[in-house]
Nanobody, 120 residues
Framework: QVQLVESGGGLVQPGGSLKLSCAAS????????MGWYRQAPGKQRELVAT???????NYADSVKGRFTISRDNAKNTVYLQMNSLKPEDTTVYYC??????????????WGQGTEVTVPS
């Protein structure tokens, strides 16, 4: 069974920084793409950033230049360094991994979410 466990959320003042982490565990054959999404109450989940196993990252326009996604393939972990945080970044952040597990079938897995709060 595959699990994604996030950490690093919290309360930070505008202009501050936070770093989110997400570790995948369980029987994993290969992790293809990892990423971060966020979802505010009553709104659809939106992409924040994704990063393939090899290649360039992709960012939402709203976070370009402020957020940096990275991954450690040896640790099956993805990170999101968030700088210059704004009140509009306040919401729950979800980790995502598109990976193949013990059955060899690639599918999406999600973390439980971690809350980020930037007061106005």
């Amino acid at each position: 069974q595959v699990q994604l466990v996030e950490s690093g959320g919290g309360l930070v003042q505008p202009g501050g920084s936070l770093k989110l982490s997400c570790a995948a565990s369980g029987t994993i054959y290969s992790i293809y793409t990892m990423g971060w999404y966020r979802q505010a109450p009553g709104k659809q989940r939106e992409l924040v950033a994704t990063i393939p196993r090899f290649g360039s990252a992709n960012y939402a326009d709203s976070v370009k230049g402020r957020f940096t996604i990275s991954r450690d393939n040896a640790k099956n972990t993805v990170y999101l360094q968030m700088n210059s945080l704004k009140p509009e970044d306040t919401t729950v952040y979800y980790c995502n991994a598109f990976l193949s597990g013990s059955d060899g079938v690639a599918r999406d897995y999600w973390g439980q979410g971690t809350e980020v709060t930037v007061p106005s």
